[in-house]
Each structure stands twice: as structure tokens, then as C-alpha cells.
């Protein structure tokens, strides 16, 4: 099972909701990460995750909440969010990188708007 | 600082090779992956060179110089499938940062 999987595929959202992504893989890797990308624009890291504790922020806005449960498991939770968030929200994952393959597997992601 | 510099579209016929070139300064290097990705889908992997040379898979090779800072993707027999958006990126030195190029639009026509 080589396969990412992110719920809801779309969702719609006013500023003052409070709403989660999810994300899910089962192929062992203990690296998962959250990307947001806007259209026609390369993805942009905001979280990873690596053996289910947070390595990686970049400097995030704290209206993006991420939480990882288990290996398997990532969520992204949101709230108080602006129109400006509106873009595909892609989680990946990974081994870690002292594994010798290193490429992400991508999830097709949940495309989110802010009204 | 961070630079990863590729063209922003391309044009080419089936059946012919293209080459897409990724230049990049980083301040870190742990590899370099290619990702294909189609209009509204999520990324697809399709590559990674972490030593010099050429990395050859099927209809797609890639090629790398660290010493340059160069690398490129070949896409041999093209197909109009191959229309997308190809994305070269840069792995930092501690492995779990991943930084993106803007992508090349490859447009294939008939």
C-alpha cells in the first residue's frame, strides 16, 4: 500500500469555524508533514512530523494547530482562519531520513476555501 | 539563502525528448527529488539524485552536478500524458526539509 490519504477532499469554511484535515498512511514511514499550496505555486512547507513529534514549524500562524495521534495518523486542525488561507492543503510522508529512501508520498490533498 | 530556479513553461511535440534544466543554491544539500505533478492532482514522485550523474527510469533520466549546482530532467518518447507541471526540489542537510522550485508547465501537443 504505497497510498496517502487526506479527508475531506473540500471543504468550505467561514472565518469563525473551527474545523480538522486529516491524514492518513499505512506504509510505515515515521515522517509526515503538512504543505500548503496556492495555484500555480509550488507546495510550501508548514509542519513535519517525525516519529510523532514536531521537528519542523515554519512559522506557522497558531490558527494552524497540527496534531499527530499515532504513527499513522496526522491531523491539521483550523480555526479563526482567513480568505487568504484558502489553497490545497497536501500532507506527505516519508521514512526518516537516516533511511536510505528518502522520496515523499503525497496525498491529493483537501482543497479548503475560506469564506 | 534559498534559490531554486527552473523555466516556467515548456513546449514540446510527441514523441520528441525534452530537458528540463533546475538550477539551485542552498544552504544545505541532501539530494535532489523531480515530482510530476498534474493540474489540481498532488505531486508524484519521479526522481532522486543524491551523487553525480545520471539516474536513468524508464522514459525519464535525471542528471545531477553538485558542483554546479545543476540538474535536469529528460523526458524521452513524450506522450500528451506527460502534460504538467514538473517540480524540482531540493533536500536540506537535515534530511526533513524539502524546498521546492516554482515547477515547469511542459505542454505537449500532437
Known amino acids: 500500500d504505497t497510498e496517502v490519504t487526506q479527508t475531506p477532499k473540500h471543504l468550505v469554511m467561514g472565518m469563525t469555524n473551527k474545523k480538522s484535515l486529516k491524514c492518513e498512511q499505512h506504509m510505515g514511514h515515521r515522517a509526515m508533514y503538512w504543505y500548503k499550496q496556492k495555484a500555480k505555486k509550488p507546495p510550501e512547507l508548514m509542519f513535519v512530523y517525525s516519529y510523532e513529534k514536531l521537528s519542523i514549524n515554519e512559522s506557522v500562524p497558531s490558527r494552524f494547530s497540527p496534531e499527530c495521534p499515532n504513527s499513522s495518523l496526522l491531523n491539521l486542525h483550523l480555526h479563526a482562519l482567513q480568505p487568504e488561507d484558502s489553497a490545497l492543503y497536501l500532507c506527505?510522508?516519508?521514512?526518516?531520513?537516516?533511511?536510505?529512501?528518502?522520496?515523499?508520498?503525497f496525498g491529493p490533498g483537501t482543497r479548503l476555501t475560506v469564506t | 539563502g534559498q534559490n531554486i530556479d527552473q523555466p516556467t513553461e515548456m513546449t514540446a511535440t510527441e514523441g520528441a525528448i525534452v530537458q528540463i534544466n533546475c538550477t539551485y543554491q542552498?544552504?544545505?544539500?541532501?539530494?535532489l527529488f523531480w515530482y510530476q505533478q498534474h493540474a489540481g492532482e498532488a505531486p508524484t514522485f519521479l526522481s532522486y539524485n543524491v551523487l553525480d550523474g545520471l539516474e536513468e527510469k524508464g522514459r525519464f533520466s535525471s542528471f545531477l552536478s553538485r558542483s554546479k549546482g545543476y540538474s535536469y530532467l529528460l523526458l524521452k518518447e513524450l506522450q500528451m500524458k506527460d502534460s504538467a507541471s514538473y517540480l524540482c526540489?531540493?533536500?536540506?542537510?537535515?534530511?526533513?526539509?524539502?524546498?521546492f522550485g516554482a515547477g515547469t508547465r511542459l505542454f505537449v501537443k500532437a
Open positions: 506527505a510522508s516519508s521514512h526518516a531520513p537516516t533511511d536510505s529512501s528518502y522520496e515523499q508520498y
Open positions: 526540489a531540493v533536500r536540506d542537510d537535515g534530511g526533513f526539509k524539502t524546498i
Open positions: 542552498t544552504s544545505g544539500f541532501n539530494g
